[in-house]
């Protein structure tokens, strides 16, 4: 009856409490422990595993993932969201001002603002956003893409406003101060230091470059160039927002995070951006080609692409099974992941790939080996195109490269940030953001005759080549063209490249060597700083 046994006997009951169910079902009605941890409405009893949270009274449509929600501001800017009722929260908000939204002499602008996305502005300087976004618990970061520059927060839920702000404020108030352009400058030129030595990057720039042109909206580089930083002026970069930031192509993209919520602060942050004083997005007609750059490293990074599928074509659910049925790195199932580990072992790496667009895609094969074995490692990568063209795949494995594609899909949905890029991604282009289960649904529909088809359509699409590192042994475009023609007449499986013209580009470039079994992530990859 003492203060200390009282103590004790609290303790003690309170440590039982979190036992569990099955520590605590042996334990009759405990007067002690009602007493001591109170059941509230909603929820569980203390003799039931995770006393205090809410209880199966609260809905069950409540706690599973949500639908997707759009909704439409009175400015034309999109906000979409999903919310999978986790702790951790992540929104953005997507410009329609990647680099293939550069002017001639604009060049490396969208770059420069996604690296800098949240420096100063207006009301606060570089320093004061960083220390704001730590108090109120919120990471921020930004980066660019072909299409899009992107302004991201991530935090908990409570905090889905305070990162609407802080990206409002970033988008509508960039101050553009002279030494911070400078500054972000020169950590730009330190950023290119690694980027130069990344093979993925190099094979990526070079492969749009070669299918699209160097000097094309989508061909010419995603980065910044050396020799044009001093160019991208304070001027220049505040005249490049006024003339690209435009309502009605921006998308708010939220996971995790309370729809209506979304929507309020979007509306208060950025409602009164204005619109329709932007063009739409300037076209890049795939034409194909070959892009070729010397470097020191002793290997090849090969990469052989066609005109794929687009974010609002009819054949993205083809697309996405003929990569699962390609496959690569780990998928030893796939075919080019069997090839690797079986008699191509020579090969270091070798993948399917496919990158979409608003209006064009790429998809191709990808591989890496020793600079002696560039012309067997090409030969691999032609052919399994081509062979997925000629004959249709047998029932068993479109069965698991479907399972792959929709495995894909789920586990991208399910991640808080991936999630959030094929919500903002799919709006931006006009696609429509859509539910993971209607994804999976067109999945579901395709046919290994559908599979054949689409590989056929890349074939007469014509090839783009891309070779970086040592190049000396690496075959022409033209050759592999000419042994595909070869090999399809005599109807033997083999490359089957077709080719549609274009003069080859041979870049040098100091690429130091890299990591055996790099494998190319496609060119809408996005650069990304935090603040």
């Known amino acids: 009856d003492s203060p200390t046994q009282a103590a004790m006997l609290a303790r003690s009951a309170l440590s039982a409490a979190v036992i569990g169910r099955r520590g605590l079902r042996t334990t009759a009605a405990n007067p002690i422990l009602d007493a001591l941890l109170p059941t509230g409405p909603g929820q569980s009893s203390p003799l039931e595993e995770f006393a205090g949270t809410p209880t199966s009274a609260a809905p069950a449509a409540a706690r599973a993932a949500g639908a997707v929600q759009t909704t439409r501001l009175a400015n034309g800017l999109t906000v979409v969201s999903r919310d999978a009722h986790a702790a951790a929260a992540s929104v953005a908000l997507y410009v329609g001002a990647g680099s293939r939204h550069e002017a001639r002499g604009e060049e490396g602008a969208a770059h420069f603002m996604g690296r800098m996305a949240f420096g100063s502005t207006e009301s606060r300087t570089h320093f004061r956003v960083v220390r704001d976004a730590e108090a109120a618990g919120v990471y921020l970061s930004g980066g660019a893409t072909r299409e899009a520059i992107v302004f991201a927060g991530e935090g908990g839920r409570d905090e889905v406003a305070d990162m609407v702000d802080f990206i409002g404020e970033a988008v509508t108030q960039p101050a553009f101060f002279p030494w911070d352009v400078k500054e972000w400058a020169h950590t730009i030129e330190r950023d290119l230091d690694t980027l130069e030595s990344n093979p993925d990057v190099a094979v990526s720039e070079a492969i749009h470059a070669a299918a ?20 991208l002026s304070p001027d220049l970069l505040r005249a490049y927002a006024a003339r690209t930031f435009d309502a009605s192509r921006m998308v708010i993209a939220a996971t995790n995070a309370d729809h209506a919520a979304v929507v309020d602060a979007a509306t208060e942050a950025l409602g ?15 034409t194909g080609g070959e892009v070729r750059v010397a470097g020191a490293s002793p290997l090849v990074h090969v990469a052989l692409a066609f005109e794929g599928a687009s974010l609002t074509g009819s054949d993205v659910a083809a697309a996405a099974v003929l990569r699962a049925l390609l496959g690569g790195g780990e998928a030893g199932a796939s075919r080019l992941g069997a090839a690797v580990r079986g008699e191509h072992s020579y090969a270091l790496s070798a993948a399917a790939f496919a990158t979409a667009y608003s209006d064009t895609g790429l998809f191709g094969v990808y591989g890496s080996a020793l600079g002696a074995d560039a012309s067997a490692l090409t030969d691999l990568l032609s052919g399994a195109v081509a062979d997925a063209a000629r004959v249709a795949a047998n029932a068993d494995d479109v069965a698991r490269a479907k399972l792959a594609a929709k495995a894909a899909i789920f586990g991208a949905a399910e991640t808080r ?8 991604n799919a709006a931006l282009s006009g696609a429509g953001a ?18 054949k088809k689409f590989a056929d359509r890349l074939l007469r699409s014509g090839a783009s080549l891309a070779v970086v590192g040592d190049i000396a042994s ?22 089957g490249v077709a080719r549609r013209g274009a003069a080859s580009l041979r870049v040098a470039c100091a690429c130091r060597p890299a990591a055996a079994g790099a494998c190319m992530r496609g060119g809408n990859q996005m650069n990304r700083n935090h603040a």
């Open 434 to 451: 859509q539910e993971p289960s209607a994804a999976a649904a067109a999945v579901d529909k395709v046919s290994a005759e559908d599979v």
């Open 272 to 286: 009164g951006v204005a619109s329709g004083h932007a063009g739409a997005a300037p076209a890049s007609a795939y």
């Open 212 to 231: 699209y042109g160097d000097s094309t909206p989508l061909g010419h580089s995603l980065f910044a160039r050396r020799d044009r930083l001093g160019a």
């Open 474 to 495: 690496a075959p022409r475009l033209s050759s592999i063209a000419a042994a595909s023609a070869k090999q399809r007449g005599t109807g033997r499986a083999g490359p």
């Open 417 to 424: 940030v991936a999630g959030r890029d094929l919500l903002g």
